[in-house]
């Protein structure tokens, strides 16, 4: 199972970007997707997730500025993210829970975007 995460880049603040993340390889079914980001000299933290039937929970930091959503059919998951602030530069990972096969499964990370937002 591979994560690819695509869309980071730099913005100016109040600005506006979309990261998004697609799973490939062999596996039954994704259960929970996510995002979760890592500022320089922190530790890495959650920023949003969606279960496979669309129910979502935020960091405190992002709501009402952030949406995730996902496509089950193609297996990705997408991060729009608005209203962007200095202190939202991270590295953005997606994950996800994967059962991959009878009995097996886990957490899978994508290697990180990096995210810049000037002020």
């Known amino acids: 199972v591979q994560l690819q995460a695509s869309g980071g880049g730099l913005v100016q603040a109040g600005g506006s970007l979309i990261l998004s993340c697609a799973a490939s390889?062999?596996?039954?079914?994704?259960?929970?997707m996510g995002w979760y980001r890592q500022a320089l000299g922190k530790e890495r933290e959650l920023v949003a997730t969606i279960t496979s039937g669309g129910s979502t929970k935020y960091a405190d930091s992002v709501k009402g500025r952030f949406t995730i959503s996902r496509d089950n059919a193609m297996n990705t998951v997408h991060l729009q993210m608005n209203g962007l602030k200095p202190e939202d530069t991270a590295v953005y990972f997606c994950?996800?829970?994967?059962?991959?096969?009878?009995?097996?499964?886990?957490?899978?990370w994508g290697r990180g975007t990096q995210v810049t937002v000037s002020s």
């Open positions: 994950n996800a829970n994967v059962y991959v096969r009878w009995r097996e499964g886990g957490i899978y």
């Open positions: 390889g062999s596996f039954l079914s994704i259960n929970d």
